[in-house]
């Protein structure tokens, strides 16, 4: 199948693909908004995982995580802000290892969030489906 014959998917499909972002695009918007005050719970937790608490890092990060949310939100962009933030998840990943946090709610959390993420997408974007083709090909 290529990307112009990419089958459309069932109303249901579509609908659950735009919830599955919508949370997603709603995480992200808390995570990157409460980084540009910051707040203190912000700092704490920075100073906890090996991040410098200054305000410029966290509004930098937050900043990083709000615009690539902008770009999956807005759908000639979504591939690109998938991408951005699944390179963001993977340096919260890396993180949580590094500082040796709970393998499935603190270190995975990433992952959870890159699956929702993907899948989201791809179950709203044709042109996704047809790059990643799962099930039975004609």
Do not use: C
């Not at 695009?25 to 410098?52: H, N, R, Y």
């Not at 709000?66 to 963001?88: C, D, E, H, M, Q």
Request: aromatic share 8%; net charge positive; proline share 5%.
């Amino acid at each position: 199948m290529s990307i112009s014959e990419a089958a459309s998917a069932s109303r249901g499909a579509l609908w659950t693909g735009r919830v599955l972002s919508a949370i997603v695009v709603l995480f992200m918007i808390f995570d990157g908004v409460i980084k540009l005050p910051p707040l203190a719970i912000v700092t704490e937790t920075m100073t906890q995982i090996g991040w410098p608490a200054d305000v410029g890092t966290a509004r930098l990060l937050g900043i990083i995580g709000l615009v690539s949310t902008a770009l999956y939100a807005l759908p000639r962009t979504s591939v690109l802000g998938a991408i951005l933030l699944t390179g963001y998840m993977g340096g919260a990943i890396a993180t949580h290892i590094r500082i040796g946090n709970p393998l499935f709610s603190h270190t995975l959390f990433g992952v959870y969030l890159g699956i929702i993420l993907w899948g989201g997408l791809y179950l709203r974007d044709p042109k996704v489906r047809a790059l990643i083709p799962f099930g039975r090909q004609a």
